[in-house]
């Protein structure tokens, strides 16, 4: 029962957490693409 009411909030999270990490990986990306000269 708790698997079923909790997996919307699970759901959302991690949906949340893919989000972020989707975005920080772009971040890491970019940033790693405009460092890489300079080192």
């Known amino acids: ?3 079923f009411v909790g997996s919307p909030v699970i759901n ?3 949906a949340a ?3 972020n990490t989707l975005i ?3 971040k ?3 940033c790693s693409i405009f460092e ?3 080192y």
């Open 1 to 3: 029962v708790a698997k």
């Open 12 to 14: 959302l999270l991690s």
């Open 17 to 19: 957490i893919d989000g």
């Open 24 to 26: 920080i990986g772009k």
């Open 28 to 30: 890491a990306m970019v």
């Open 36 to 38: 890489k000269p300079f």
